[in-house]
């Protein structure tokens, strides 16, 4: 049964649009989200996080919104550049400190 | 500042052959010490997380086994491998925020 679903696997988006990145969650007990960046044959990288106390978290390009009536979060990136393309996951965690990840969308810039 | 390391960065085992990974963290004390596996098409598996020396709490039952014989160190084991047990694995730490993971160890089992 998976928690947090990305149900969009890929995604692409040309250079210098929005890119926004989809995530659901099924468990009202996550109180903190976060989105990695994982490029191939390396470990993720924290990008950014929100708590559920907030819905919208800002960060330069990079922001995140929590709509937590409808378990809801996205990631916005814009302007999009071509060293964002990589795969991204969306996480959540409660407070147990064991941190739930999506299975990730392979985002690309196209030039 | 905190590091963290794995070793190897690849390894080849045939099936039925042990494994051993390691795990290890500077510049900070207790650590919660995490194992994931990315396999093919798929994402993150948390396959074990540890809060303190010689607590190992396990995910998903496997053929795998994980330690904590120091503070900073983590070491994932296998008596005996199967194929299905190819990926990537990842070691992450936290101090109860973000997690950060180290480089990986792409296993390749034959």
């Known amino acids: 049964d998976q928690q947090v679903k990305q149900n969009s696997p890929s995604l692409s988006v040309q250079e210098g649009r929005i890119s926004i990145l989809n995530c659901d969650y099924t468990n009202s007990m996550f109180d903190y989200f976060l989105w990695y960046k994982k490029y191939p044959a390396e470990g993720p990288t924290f990008l950014i996080s929100?708590?559920?106390?907030?819905d919208k978290n800002e960060d330069g390009r990079f922001t995140v919104f929590l709509n937590k009536s409808a378990k809801h979060l996205s990631l916005h990136i814009v302007p999009s550049q071509p060293g964002d393309s990589a795969v991204y996951f969306c996480a959540a965690s409660d407070r147990d400190d064991k941190i739930i990840f999506g299975k990730g969308t392979r985002l690309h810039i196209l030039p | 500042s905190q590091t963290i390391h794995q070793w190897p960065a690849t390894l080849v085992q045939p099936v039925g052959s042990p494994l051993s990974l390691e795990c290890t963290v500077e510049?900070?004390?207790?650590?919660?010490l995490y194992w994931y596996r990315q396999a093919a098409g798929r994402g993150l598996q948390l396959l074990f997380y540890s809060v303190g020396i010689g607590q190992i709490s396990s995910e998903v039952p496997q053929n795998l086994s994980a330690s904590r014989p120091q503070d900073r160190q983590f070491i994932l084991s296998s008596k005996k491998l199967l194929l299905s047990d190819s990926g990537f694995y990842l070691c992450?730490?936290?101090?109860?925020?973000?997690?950060?993971f180290g480089p990986g160890t792409r296993l390749t089992v034959t």
């Open positions: 929100i708590s559920s106390i907030k």
């Open positions: 992450a730490w936290s101090d109860g925020g973000e997690q950060y």
């Open positions: 510049g900070t004390s207790n650590p919660n």
